[in-house]
C-alpha cells in the first residue's frame, strides 16, 4: 500500500517532529548550561537539518510515492510495467537529507529494465545530491584553491559533509556538461545559412548582454576557414564597440545600435568562446547569435591575408 497521507495527517506528522525536536534542544541546553551562542547555534544546526529532511519527505511521499493507478509502459518494450515494491533513495541537499521510499516498476520481460515514477518526476541526480548543492558545491570547486578547501567550505556554509572526491565529481561533471553545451552551440551556430533565415534571427540564446562598451584585442587566436578549417590567426588591432545610438535591424554595424552578446563574435576561437565572425562573398562561413561589432582590420590564414570588410558584420 502506498505510504501516502491527507493533507491533515501530514501536518500532525510535521508538529510532532517539530515539537520533539524543540524538547530535544531544552534538553541539550539544559545540559550544557554555559553554552556559548556558537555551540547553540551549531546544535540547532543539525538538528534542523534533520527535521527538514523529515519534513522534505512527509510532504513528497505524503503526497506521492510514485504507484500510480495504472502501470507505466516498458521504454523498451512497450509492455506494462508491474508493481515491485518500494525503495529507499536518499538525497542530500540545502535543507537536509531526505530519505525517500520510492515505489519502482519492473519489466517481465525485459531483463534488468526497472523504472522509478518519483526520480523522474522530481528529477532525482544519480550521485544523491539535489542540485542545488551541486551547484554550491561546483561553485566553490571552482573558486577554491584545492577542491579538499571545496568540501571544508562548503560543509561550514551548508552544515553537511562533502570529500573532496566528490567536490571534484561535482565540478567536473559541470564542466563537461558546459563543454558539450558549447559545442552544440558551435554546431548549431556554424551550420550553412538556410533558405529564408535572416542575420538577426539568433541561432544561440543570448546570455548577459553587453549593451554600452566592449572592447577586445586578440593574439594567436584560431579562425574557422571554409576551405583551411581551423588556422591560427593574428589581429593587428582591438575589436571595440563604442556606444552608438540610432539604426535598426538589418543595418551594417556603422549604421545600427551598438548590442551585443556574450558571445563576442563567430570564427575565432578563444578560451572556450567564439570571438571573430568571417564572411567570404557575402557568404558566412560560420555564424552565430552575435550583433553588430567594429572594424577587425586585417585576419592572417597561414600565408594569405584577407580583408575583413566592417560593412560584413551587421545584426
Not at 507505466?72 to 541537499?93: D, I, M, N, S
Not at 590567426?233 to 548590442?259: D, I, N, T, Y
Amino acid at each position: 500500500m502506498a505510504p501516502t497521507k491527507s493533507r491533515s495527517q501530514r501536518k500532525v506528522v510535521f508538529e510532532q517532529a517539530a515539537s520533539a525536536m524543540y524538547d530535544r534542544l531544552e534538553a541539550w541546553y539544559d545540559a550544557h548550561a554555559d553554552a556559548s551562542f556558537e555551540e547553540l547555534e551549531q546544535e540547532v544546526r543539525q538538528e534542523r537539518r534533520a527535521l527538514m529532511g523529515e519534513t522534505l519527505a512527509t510532504l513528497i511521499i505524503g503526497r506521492d510515492s510514485g504507484q500510480g493507478g495504472s502501470a507505466p509502459p516498458c521504454e523498451k518494450c512497450g509492455q506494462a510495467l508491474t508493481f515491485a515494491g518500494y525503495r529507499p533513495w536518499t538525497v542530500k541537499g540545502l535543507a537536509g537529507d531526505t530519505v525517500l521510499a520510492r515505489a519502482y516498476y519492473v519489466c517481465s520481460a525485459c531483463v534488468g529494465e526497472t523504472f522509478f515514477p518519483l526520480d523522474r518526476r522530481l528529477r532525482l541526480r544519480a550521485d544523491h545530491w539535489s542540485g542545488g548543492a551541486a551547484r554550491v558545491a561546483t561553485r566553490l570547486g571552482l573558486q577554491s584553491k584545492s577542491f579538499d578547501l571545496a568540501g571544508v567550505a562548503f560543509g561550514a556554509a551548508v552544515g553537511c559533509g562533502i570529500s573532496g572526491d566528490s567536490v571534484a565529481r561535482l565540478t567536473e561533471g559541470w564542466g563537461q556538461a558546459v563543454e558539450a553545451h558549447r559545442h552544440q552551440e558551435a554546431a548549431r551556430a556554424n551550420q550553412p545559412g538556410r533558405r529564408g533565415e535572416r542575420l538577426e534571427q539568433r541561432r544561440v540564446a543570448e546570455g548577459a548582454p553587453i549593451t554600452t562598451q566592449a572592447n577586445l584585442s586578440t593574439d594567436g587566436a584560431m579562425l574557422l576557414g571554409r576551405e583551411e578549417g581551423w588556422q591560427g590567426s593574428q589581429s593587428g588591432r582591438p575589436l571595440s564597440r563604442p556606444p552608438h545610438a540610432g539604426g535598426a535591424a538589418g543595418k551594417c554595424a556603422a549604421e545600427s545600435p551598438r548590442r551585443r552578446s556574450s558571445h563576442r563574435t563567430v570564427g575565432a576561437q578563444l578560451p572556450g568562446r567564439a570571438v571573430g565572425r568571417r564572411y567570404d562573398g557575402g557568404a558566412p562561413i560560420c555564424r552565430r547569435a552575435a550583433t553588430g561589432v567594429g572594424l577587425l582590420p586585417q585576419t592572417q590564414f597561414g600565408q594569405r591575408w584577407r580583408a575583413v570588410d566592417q560593412a560584413h558584420y551587421r545584426h
